[in-house]
């Protein structure tokens, strides 16, 4: 990535349990990051953070967005907290500037998630029709766009990749496959930010989890941005 300039912006600050609190001040620093003409790369937290730090993107209307995660996370609302870990992608999907929406690696889905998902028109791509595919073939379905999101939720790895996490599902990604999709995507999108989500350290003593969290968080931006 030569000629491009990095910085580490720090932690922003949260109030415990004060969800729409914490949501306004992560969707005011994204929006002032951009402004400024930045790349923003963002790392959780819990997946609830992608759908302020897409809020915070509206100057980039339409966007799509690709999803990496093992789950939907298209629930409406878990005892009616429309705003947690269960939600982002429906709660994004909601927003006026976000055009279409593509969900690879799912394996754990419940019915009506997925029911209303295909209802609002998002791609589902299993790992299993992930396989069957190559990471080549799914990034050339996904739906080109004007600019794109990407989040990585890294419970879309398998476990015996990414075991620190708090919800792993067996059968997922191999590292190789999803930077291969990820590259093969970003030949075609005009990227502008991506966050990382859900990793666990603490869930994880061999701190492979992080290795591969931090592999991919260089190996996107080297995607987009590629030394000439």
């Given at each position: 990535?030569?000629?491009?300039?990095?910085?580490?912006?720090?932690?922003?600050?949260?109030?415990?349990?004060?969800?729409?609190?914490?949501?306004?001040?992560i969707t005011s620093?994204?929006?002032?990051?951009?402004?400024?003409?930045?790349?923003?790369?963002?790392?959780?937290?819990?997946?609830?953070?992608?759908?302020?730090?897409?809020?915070?993107?509206?100057?980039?209307?339409?966007?799509?967005?690709?999803?990496?995660?093992?789950?939907?996370?298209?629930?409406?609302?878990?005892?009616?907290?429309?705003?947690?870990?269960?939600?982002?992608?429906?709660?994004?999907?909601?927003?006026?500037?976000?055009?279409?929406?593509?969900?690879?690696?799912?394996?754990?889905?419940?019915?009506?998630?997925?029911?209303?998902?295909?209802?609002?028109?998002?791609?589902?791509?299993?790992?299993?029709?992930?396989?069957?595919?190559?990471?080549?073939?799914?990034?050339?379905?996904?739906?080109?766009?004007?600019?794109?999101?990407?989040?990585?939720?890294?419970?879309?790895?398998?476990?015996?990749?990414?075991?620190?996490?708090?919800?792993?599902?067996?059968?997922?990604?191999f590292y190789e496959?999803?930077?291969?999709?990820?590259?093969?995507?970003?030949?075609?999108?005009?990227?502008?930010?991506?966050?990382?989500?859900?990793?666990?350290?603490?869930?994880?003593?061999?701190?492979?989890?992080?290795?591969?969290?931090?592999?991919?968080?260089?190996?996107?931006?080297?995607?987009?941005?590629?030394?000439?």
């Amino acid at each position: 990535m030569r000629g491009i300039t990095m910085a580490d912006c720090g932690n922003i600050t949260v109030v415990p349990s004060e969800e729409v609190r914490n949501f306004d001040k992560i969707t005011s620093a994204v929006a002032k990051a951009v402004d400024r003409g930045a790349f923003p790369v963002v790392m959780g937290g819990d997946h609830a953070i992608t759908f302020p730090v897409v809020r915070g993107l509206s100057k980039f209307a339409p966007l799509n967005i690709v999803h990496f995660d093992a789950h939907l996370d298209y629930t409406h609302d878990v005892q009616d907290n429309l705003f947690t870990h269960a939600s982002p992608i429906r709660r994004c999907r909601e927003l006026d500037h976000v055009g279409h929406i593509s969900s690879i690696g799912i394996r754990a889905a419940r019915r009506k998630p997925f029911e209303e998902s295909q209802r609002d028109g998002t791609l589902v791509v299993s790992t299993q029709q992930f396989r069957e595919m190559s990471p080549q073939a799914v990034a050339k379905a996904i739906p080109q766009g004007q600019n794109l999101y990407i989040t990585f939720d890294i419970d879309v790895m398998d476990p015996s990749q990414a075991p620190g996490t708090g919800t792993p599902e067996t059968g997922g990604l191999f590292y190789e496959e999803a930077r291969a999709c990820i590259v093969e995507l970003l030949k075609k999108s005009n990227l502008v930010g991506f966050d990382m989500v859900e990793v666990a350290p603490p869930y994880d003593t061999s701190q492979l989890t992080a290795q591969v969290a931090a592999r991919l968080i260089v190996d996107i931006p080297a995607a987009r941005f590629p030394s000439r």
